[in-house]
């Protein structure tokens, strides 16, 4: 006998969002390693490890990695604020959190430009102390965590929301200073979320596109990323060479992911029952 | 350590939670606030611990005024009606977590040889490396009582400690908590709104009723003399049964009982199942028993007064009794209080 279900329909979907993922994610990524494999181990690795190549992971993991520590404080702190506090405008402060989620990250990066600019509003007063942002890995940075601060905030505020206030009284009753209850009590609480946050702002800024050719003044060897040196192959015609450079990114982002999940998994270990 | 409150007000917005209590708790003594919801209980216990500040009055910890003594610096111990355990922690990184963030330097032998001690005293011995969410709720609230001792608190003070947890365990850590208390000798303060669990472990009970204090003593000065209708309703099952009096003596349906002191006029008359006696004929409010309720140590009568009044009485387990039967309820005992 089989065994029954309470919830009906468990093949039917099961199968439709295995088809689906199948047919939308597995599918085009497979034709990726495919064709990129199909350069053979001499080309595909004469291809990523061409110096322009190099070149173009280090300024693009680089940049993703201080927009996602930026990122880190600036979003925790505005989760916590709107979390935390009352103020006049706070709900329009909540809407437009996601705000970069909704624009489209060329119009992003164009705005972006025209601010940091050596003739814009920001770029004009920057210039005057020296700090140039357009046309350099700043600008990367900055796009890049324009683009992907809301991951951060939407992933921590409802945890921050739902945080039992009498675990702080209770530190607070047992002695703990302000710095020690955040450090020992509502950090670790918020590590899961804050690294899911992390992984996805990363994950995002790694193939952010849009927002940063704009700024980026796409120099090759300093201020060019590695998708835009993929979609220069496409042009060109290379379909196997921007299928390769792609990987990396793939492979990237792909470990990263996995990583942070390990990392979940242990910072989530007292949930677990007996 | 003495605690002593003077004349503590608290109102949150426009409601005014506590209306100038005076309270003094000795050194070593276990006191039970006792109210319904609302009654004011919890805010007087938060406002003892500091983690809400009195608007008006004072509170002296010995014949130190501790009113704007953050909490971290007040030294008390506090329980939470659900435990606030700290989920991320072990059960022994609980208990040493106040420990550790003290300004007092330890090392980590100190910290885990009296985590050790702690575990034995709240018998949970073996159980220090597992996490909250793996022990059961009685487990937990031990735990959390063994966190807040570890601090050497100079009050203790619970917050319905055993609210959440299910009948036999809160009667089991009920007698357990009075051990330690006397184990300890530490001044204990502890809200509840469960009357028995006050009377069985308090050695005074203070009873509350919106915000103010309304009768304090030992359990069997609030039991035996009550000092308001509210009182005697509060602490167990009473029937009210109206009367009038005058000049010292109520009549009801035409008994009359002794009701000296209190003014003539329209009067309750207030008697638990207990002071009451079923017998056929005699002296007594004649009535018809509507409902008999079977119970392990007896049998309680539901009745109708001749003149439509309900009440309650027990009666011993033998008696012969039935609905529709007609009878007599002789009062034992009452308490009289003015309408």
């Known amino acids: ?208 596109f849009g927002a940063v050719i704009f700024i980026a003044g796409n120099q090759p060897m300093s201020t060019e990323i590695t998708a835009l040196l993929t979609f220069i192959r496409l042009e060109e015609y290379d379909y196997q060479a921007a299928a390769a450079i792609a990987s990396v990114l793939l492979i990237t982002a792909f470990v990263m992911l996995a990583f942070t999940n390990l990392l979940q998994a242990r910072a989530l270990r007292h949930t677990a029952r007996s | 350590m003495k605690i002593r409150l003077d004349e503590v007000v608290k109102t949150f917005d426009t409601f005014r939670a506590v209306h100038g209590v005076s309270l003094d708790i000795e050194s070593g003594e276990l006191v039970a606030l006792l109210g319904p919801s609302g009654s004011g209980k919890t805010t007087i216990l938060r406002m003892v611990a500091g983690l809400e500040y009195a608007d008006g009055g004072r509170i002296l910890f010995g014949e130190q005024d501790a009113t704007d003594i953050p909490v971290r610096d007040r030294g008390v111990g506090f329980v939470f009606q659900h435990y606030a355990l700290f989920p991320h922690m072990t059960v022994a990184e609980n208990i040493g977590f106040g420990m550790k963030v003290s300004k007092v330097r330890r090392t980590k032998a100190e910290v885990a040889g009296r985590v050790a001690d702690l575990l034995r005293l709240v018998k949970l011995e073996g159980l220090g490396d597992r996490f909250p969410t793996q022990i059961s709720g009685g487990q937990r609230q031990r735990v959390a009582l063994a966190r807040a001792l570890a601090v050497d608190p100079k009050v203790l003070l619970l917050d319905e400690p055993f609210g959440a947890l299910d009948a036999n365990v809160r009667r089991d850590l009920r007698r357990w908590l009075r051990e330690i208390h006397d184990e300890l000798g530490i001044t204990t303060l502890f809200v509840t709104h469960d009357q028995e669990e006050a009377l069985d472990l308090a050695d005074r009970v203070v009873i509350l009723n919106e915000g103010k204090i309304v009768q304090q003593g030992t359990p069997e000065e609030v039991c035996r003399a009550p000092a308001t209708a509210f009182v005697m309703k509060f602490l167990g099952d009473t029937n009210r049964l109206r009367a009038t009096v005058k000049d010292g003596i109520a009549s009801l349906d035409g008994l009359t009982l002794d009701a000296a002191g209190c003014p003539d006029g329209p009067a309750d008359i207030y008697l638990r199942p207990g002071d009451l006696e079923w017998t056929s004929e005699g002296d007594g409010v004649a009535a018809t028993v509507s409902r008999v309720i079977d119970r392990p140590d007896g049998r309680r009568l539901s009745v109708r007064t001749g003149s439509g009044e309900t009440a309650e009485l027990d009666v011993p387990p033998e008696t012969v009794v039935a609905a529709g039967d007609r009878g007599v309820l002789r009062v034992v005992r009452m308490r009289v209080f003015a309408a």
């Not at chain 1, 993991?61 to 990122?71: E, H, I, M, R």
């Not at chain 1, 405008?89 to 430009?113: E, M, S």
């Open chain 1, 1 to 208: 006998m089989t065994r029954r279900r309470v919830l009906p329909g468990l093949p039917l979907s099961l199968g439709i969002t295995l088809f689906y993922v199948g047919l939308i994610v597995v599918l085009p990524l497979g034709a990726l390693v495919f064709h990129a494999a199909s350069l053979g181990p001499e080309d595909y690795w004469r291809v990523v490890s061409s110096a322009r190549a190099v070149a173009s992971y280090r300024v693009t993991v680089l940049s993703a990695l201080a927009a996602t520590a930026f990122n880190l404080v600036f979003g925790l702190a505005l989760a916590w604020v709107l979390v935390r506090y009352q103020f006049p405008g706070k709900r329009l402060v909540d809407a437009i959190v996601d705000l970069p989620f909704a624009l489209p990250t060329a119009v992003a990066g164009i705005a972006l430009t025209a601010l940091f600019a050596p003739n814009g509003w920001f770029g004009s007063v920057l210039a005057e102390t020296g700090v140039k942002v357009a046309y350099t890995p700043l600008g990367i940075m900055i796009a890049m965590s324009f683009t992907s601060l809301p991951f951060i905030v939407r992933t921590v505020q409802p945890v921050l929301e739902d945080l039992d206030p009498t675990l702080e009284e209770a530190a607070q009753t047992l002695g703990g200073s302000d710095r020690s209850i955040f450090l020992r009590v509502i950090l670790p609480l918020l590590m899961p979320a804050l690294l899911a946050g992390l992984s996805l702002s990363f994950a995002r800024s790694l193939g952010e």
